[in-house]
């Protein structure tokens, strides 16, 4: 069993960035991929970005692609995303999940736990 709480969501005009954090229980996280979706108004929910369980290989979706950023802290059993360049699209809640699968695992129904999601609001 993992729990996961994400935190680091807030206000940012574009151009601006943010990093969340997803703070995970449990002995087994390092055993876990991550993954970062998210769900802007209005839209289905979207992959993001994913990380190996060693953190040796990452996958971004192609709109996040050089400006986002997934890592992962074993010690700390916590994973990141770095935001960078942030535009008015991505608006949206951002959650954190956690998967036995091999990544990329880009669909949601390949996590096993999920946050409660973090807002992130990008102004323009």
């Known amino acids: 069993q993992v729990q996961l709480v994400e935190s680091g969501g807030g206000l940012v005009q574009a151009g601006g960035s943010l990093r969340l954090s997803c703070a995970a229980s449990?002995?087994?996280?390092?055993?876990?991929?991550m993954g970062w979706f998210r769900r802007s108004p209005g839209k289905e929910r979207e992959f993001v970005a994913a990380?190996?369980?060693?953190?040796?290989?990452?996958y971004y979706t192609d709109s996040v692609k050089g400006r986002f950023t997934i890592s992962r802290d074993n010690a700390k059993n916590t994973v990141y995303l770095q935001m960078n360049s942030l535009k008015p699209e991505d608006t949206a809640v951002y959650y954190c999940?956690?998967?036995?699968?091999?990544?990329?695992?880009?669909?949601?129904?390949?996590?096993?736990?999920w946050g409660q999601g973090t807002r992130v609001t990008v102004s323009s």
């Open positions: 990380i190996t369980w060693s953190g040796g290989t990452t």
């Open positions: 999940a956690a998967s036995t699968g091999v990544v990329p695992v880009t669909y949601d129904y390949e996590y096993d736990y």
């Open positions: 449990g002995r087994t996280f390092s055993s876990y991929a």
